[in-house]
């Protein structure tokens, strides 16, 4: 397996857990969990959008050699609004109904990017 397969699996593998770990501080978020906020949620959401982001730009580098093509551009916007909406829709103090629509619309937007992604690259992921 080369080193490019590689990071294409780990990107992959990251970004079910990142999505695994939104639904369940979601899921907390409506319960009222207090440990949406708690330090090791918010420590390992950060670290796999870090392993996500890390590992998605090494592709964007590798992959785009003659230039950054569309399939980047959507990736790459749909990881930032992913990552956006999921720190506002978590924060604590957001109205409830509020915090749900975007937690959602979170969720959408990640699967539309990966389903996109998957879609470009069905044998390897």
């Known amino acids: 397996m080369d080193t490019n397969t590689l990071i294409i699996k780990i990107h992959a593998i990251v970004a079910l857990l990142s999505i ?4 369940i501080r979601g ?11 708690g330090k090791a949620a918010l420590a390992s959401a950060s670290l796999s959008m870090l392993i996500l982001l890390g590992t998605g730009l090494w592709l964007a580098f590798v992959s785009t050699a003659h230039g950054v093509d569309n399939f980047v551009i959507i990736k790459a916007i749909g990881l930032i609004v992913y990552v956006v909406l999921g720190v506002i829709a978590l924060k604590p103090g957001l109205d409830k109904a509020a915090a749900v ?16 992604a998957k879609n470009l690259l069905p044998a390897i992921l």
């Open 20 to 23: 695994a770990l939104y639904l």
């Open 101 to 116: 629509i975007l937690w959602l619309v979170g969720a959408a937007t990640f699967a539309y990017t990966f389903l996109f």
């Open 27 to 37: 899921i907390w978020m409506l319960t009222d969990n207090p440990a949406v906020t």
